[in-house]
């Protein structure tokens, strides 16, 4: 599960896996609920040209050690910024989130305004109550322990799920999620993040609205980008992004599921370097 140009550090006692390359303003990506950094390895070696860039496997996910604590929003947010203190991310970052990842960007921002330049928003969590009934049965236990049993046909299914085009559901990415799934505190973590944000019903209200009133005051650049197949979050979430950050830039990739980072790789970089260009990142 790590790779050649990964490399593990320890954060207040925890294990910590991280990609860390590149020179110039930096960014931070970060992936999705039971993903890894791997979601971003494309987008990190097209950005690490000429930017220094960060990918975490946020914590219990991927190669990185559970907290001591639940996992929640605001425990994961806590943890992210502890790893970019002790890689010496001292300076406003652009912050880039996918699904959960979103959710953890924008919580992060909120917290701390300085850690952040502008915020890249990737079919983000936050935006509506609607998700696939897969995480919404996640908040049922035990069914939800039972559907997170590890297996192939599950891994198949998630990974398909995730891509319009299929033919990104490769061997090495099959692979890479049937390990995530199969280490110990995996099902904890996922339980424990499904319940603090959602119900049977969807995801949650509460946090959301606390959250999105939190982003709207910030006097920061935010582009949302969202993929019109996306069978996880669904598009509609991208007007309601329109409608609570007005000021917010938008963007919708035709053809594109739940990770257009990956489907669409040469294209959104283009986006995403443009957008920073207008927007570079201060200190």
Same mark, same amino acid.
């Given at each position: 599960?790590?790779? *050649?140009?990964?490399?593990? &550090? ?7 896996r ?7 303003? *930096? ?13 971003? #390895?494309d ?7 000429? +930017?220094?860039?960060?990918?975490? %496997? ?9 907290? @001591?604590? !639940? /996992? ?9 910024a ?13 912050? #880039? ?12 921002? #909120?917290? %701390? ?5 502008? &915020?890249? =928003?990737v ?6 109550? $609607? ?28 990974e398909?799920?995730?891509?319009? @085009? ?5 061997? #090495? ?17 996922? =339980? ?9 019903r ?5 946090w959301?609205? $606390? ?16 993929? %019109?197949?996306? =069978? ?20 919708l990739?035709?053809d594109?599921? /739940? ?9 959104f +970089? ?8 207008e927007? !570079?990142?201060?200190?």
């Open positions: 599960m790590t790779g *050649p140009t990964d490399t593990t &550090l320890t954060v207040r006692g925890r294990t910590v991280c990609r860390v390359t590149g020179q110039g303003p *930096p960014v931070v990506l970060l992936h999705g609920i039971g993903r890894t950094l791997a979601d971003f #390895a987008q990190h070696d097209l950005l690490a040209r000429d +930017h220094r860039v960060v990918s975490l %496997d946020l914590a219990g996910h991927g190669g990185s050690a559970p907290l @001591d604590e !639940p /996992h929640t929003l605001p425990a994961l947010a806590r943890a992210t502890d790893c970019l203190d002790a890689l010496g991310v001292d300076r406003p970052a652009h912050l #880039a989130g996918n699904s959960l990842g979103g959710a953890v960007a924008m919580r992060l921002a #909120a917290d %701390d305004p300085t850690r952040a330049a502008s &915020l890249v =928003l079919n983000s969590a936050g935006f509506g109550a $609607e998700v696939t009934i897969a995480l919404r049965l996640l908040a049922l236990r035990p069914l939800g322990r039972l559907l997170l049993r590890p297996s192939r046909a599950v891994v198949r299914r998630t398909r799920a995730l891509f319009h @085009d299929r033919r990104h559901v490769t061997a #090495a990415r099959l692979a890479e999620a049937l390990a995530v799934a199969r280490r110990p505190h995996a099902a904890r973590v996922m =339980l424990e993040l499904a319940g603090s944000l959602g119900t049977i969807g995801v949650a209200p509460g959301r609205a $606390e959250l999105l009133d939190a982003v709207a005051r910030l006097d920061l650049p935010i582009l949302v980008i969202w993929g %019109d197949r996306d =069978l996880i979050l669904p598009a509609v979430h991208l007007d309601a992004a329109r409608a609570r950050l007005p000021r917010a830039r938008a963007h990739f035709a594109t599921g /739940h990770l257009p980072q990956i489907e669409r790789a040469e294209e +970089h283009r986006l995403v370097t443009g957008f920073w260009a927007h !570079p990142a201060r200190g």
